[in-house]
């Protein structure tokens, strides 16, 4: 079944179409931004540029899946969360604060995010 179609738009780089109109996704929980999440996650290129911005992961399936964050270098949830900074301070600082009071509210999340089946 194809499911897009190639536009000519008169240039190198067709246009690629969806066929049959729109679609939804649901929990995909993610904007797929660029963001700054601190100096835990930068990574240094072989042209000696530094990265520092990364495109927030889709969650789903985080419930199923290790390593964690976008380099893998994370074994757990609680980790990956702890190392983020930047853009993302607030929030880190926030579960933290809720990670060693032992509120665990975050505990019921990985369980849900499950990738769709297939």
């Known amino acids: 079944m194809k499911l897009f179609q190639t536009i000519?738009?008169?240039n190198e780089y067709p246009q690629q179409r969806l066929i049959?109109?729109?679609?939804?996704?649901?929990?995909?929980?993610t904007d797929l931004k660029r963001h700054d999440l601190g100096p835990a996650f930068y990574e240094r290129q072989h042209?000696?540029?530094l990265v520092t911005k990364f495109v927030t992961e889709p969650l789903w399936g985080v419930g199923t899946a290790a390593p964690y964050?976008?380099?893998g270098r994370s074994i757990n949830l609680e980790e990956v969360i702890l190392r983020h900074?930047?853009?993302?301070?607030?929030s880190r600082d926030r579960f933290a604060a809720l990670f060693a009071a032992g509120a665990g509210c975050h505990r019921g999340?990985?369980?849900?995010a499950r990738a769709p089946a297939g």
Do not use: R, Y
């Not at 049959?20 to 929980?29: L, P």
């Not at 900074?85 to 607030?90: L, R």
């Not at 999340?109 to 849900?112: Q, S």
């Open 47 to 49: 042209d000696g540029t």
């Open 20 to 29: 049959g109109g729109s679609f939804q996704v649901k929990n995909f929980f």
């Open 69 to 71: 964050g976008h380099d």
């Open 109 to 112: 999340f990985p369980e849900h």
């Open 85 to 90: 900074g930047g853009e993302a301070q607030a």
């Open 8 to 10: 000519d738009v008169g």
